[in-house]
Structure formats: structure tokens, C-alpha cells
């Protein structure tokens, strides 16, 4: 009877850890294959993450290397501008250093020589001074 006892007992203990053993086994590799899987997905999303930061890199660098190129210009714009401002104070300084003699040598003129002096202070004919004024390009009233 003790050997029917021995003989039930590891045959039903022996179901029960099998069972459990396999048990265990199975929900231990269930347990590995998700953390597994939630380490894909973690992986996965960083290669996303580094693939996005890569090509807003790429982006970045193209941006700046199209604001140099446009800040060259820029530089370049400014550089001729600058030269050509230069080129008209230095033609407005000539312009004003000949008006200022000229009209030295008008008053000196009108000084000296009566005739001149007599011509100048004589009014223009009706309609000749609107004519002058719009042969330069001039509108009457205007007195520039």
C-alpha cells in the first residue's frame, strides 16, 4: 500500500510540477517576449527620433548656408550701393563747388559790367520763362 501511496503521489506531484514547471517556462518566455517587444518598440521609436533629428539637421545646415549666400549678397548690395552714394556726393560736391562760382561770377559780373546788369534785372516776355521751364522739364510755378 505505502508503495500504491509512493506510486500516486509522484505520478500526481510529478502532473503538478511538470504542470507547473511548464507553466512557469511558458509565462517566464511570455514575460521575455514582451520586454523584448517593448524593446523593439523603444529602439524603433529612437531610430525615428534620430532619423527626424538627422534630416532637421540637414535642413538647418541648408538654411544657414542659404542665409550666408544671402547675407553675401547683401554685403555685395551694400558694398556697390555704398560706392555709388560715393560717386554721387562726390558729383553733388563738384556740382555745388561750380554753382558757387558761377554764381561768384555772376554777382561779380553784375558788379562790373552795367549791360549785364540792366539784362539781368529785366523781366522775360510773357510766355518765354513757361517755355523755358518746360523745355527743361519743368512745370510753371515751380521754381526749382
Not at 21 to 47: P, T
Not at 61 to 79: C, G, I, T, Y
Not at 121 to 141: F, I, N, Q
Amino acid at each position: 500500500m505505502s508503495a500504491i501511496i509512493k506510486w500516486a503521489i509522484k505520478t500526481v506531484v510529478g502532473r503538478w510540477v511538470t504542470g507547473l514547471l511548464i507553466a512557469s517556462l511558458l509565462g517566464g518566455g511570455a514575460w521575455k517576449w514582451y520586454d523584448f517587444k517593448d524593446g523593439l518598440r523603444e529602439e524603433g521609436v529612437q531610430e525615428c527620433v534620430q532619423e527626424i533629428n538627422e534630416a532637421t539637421m540637414e535642413a538647418m545646415e541648408q538654411a544657414l548656408e542659404d542665409e550666408r549666400a544671402a547675407n553675401v549678397l547683401l554685403l555685395l548690395e551694400l558694398e556697390f550701393a555704398a560706392n555709388v552714394n560715393a560717386e554721387a556726393e562726390e558729383r553733388h560736391r563738384k556740382d555745388v563747388a561750380k554753382m558757387t562760382t558761377i554764381e561768384a561770377e555772376m554777382r561779380t559780373q553784375r558788379e562790373t559790367d552795367e549791360t549785364y546788369r540792366e539784362w539781368s534785372d529785366t523781366d522775360l516776355p510773357s510766355g518765354v520763362a513757361d517755355r523755358l521751364r518746360e523745355a527743361a522739364g519743368s512745370t510753371p510755378g515751380n521754381t526749382d
